[in-house]
């Protein structure tokens, strides 16, 4: 099975899901929409999540899996963003895009069933 192959799994979904759903993120951020921090955040979430980005999109950490973040990393990178996104000191942008990585990973990672 190739990482590519649609019944490889990112996380408790289907590759395919996860690609299908990145499509659709990428296609609401086209003009005329105006893209949020949260977009942005779902987005790179999604993209790390499929292995497209090195680094996770809170925490800066590598992958550990040569087609992605492995499920342990996945609900760690999750849990970051959770505690970034209620962190007060934080800027309303920087929650917001936490936000957006936060619900990402949780649908991912089968934890939520809302996709963002």
């Given at each position: 099975m190739t990482s590519h192959d649609v019944t490889s799994r990112v996380g408790a979904r289907s590759r395919e899901q996860v690609e299908s759903a990145l499509a659709r993120l990428e296609y609401i951020g086209d003009p005329p929409f105006e893209p949020?921090?949260?977009h942005r955040g779902s987005l790179d979430g999604y993209l790390w999540a499929l292995g497209r980005?090195?680094?996770?999109?809170v925490t800066d950490s590598l992958a550990t899996?040569?087609?992605g973040p492995c499920p342990a990393q996945l609900g760690a990178e999750q849990q970051a963003a959770q505690v970034r996104q209620q962190d007060q000191s934080?800027?309303?942008d920087g929650r917001d895009y936490a936000r957006g990585v936060?619900?990402?990973l949780a649908w991912v990672s089968g934890r939520s069933d809302v996709q963002p």
């Open positions: 949020s921090r949260f980005s090195t680094l996770a999109p899996g040569p087609e934080a800027d309303q936060h619900d990402a």
